[in-house]
């Protein structure tokens, strides 16, 4: 995984251990971190076959401000209404 980060800091890093029911043993099955800032792009895979993880401006905006997402498309939707019926009532 890959960050181009702008600002900000990494405030935890750490293994998270998991132990394996068949083998009884201790795994690494994941690394936790917090990071607090701005990233340009979050990536994964290899240099010839990356896939870009950012969300685009739409979901970002759908994830964090869903309401306000709702009401501003109804709007924009009663508007695109009002004007093609002003437009086909035009003589």
Known sequence: ??????????????????QDPQYKALNYDAIHFEF???????????????????????????AHHGVQSLWAGILYMLGVILAVFRFLSKP
């Open 1 to 18: 995984m890959r960050f181009n980060i702008k600002s900000g800091e990494l405030r935890a890093l750490s293994l998270v251990q998991e």
């Open 36 to 62: 607090t800032g701005v990233v340009d792009q979050i990536s994964t895979g290899k240099h010839d076959r990356q896939r870009n993880l950012m969300p685009t401006r739409l979901e970002y905006i759908q």
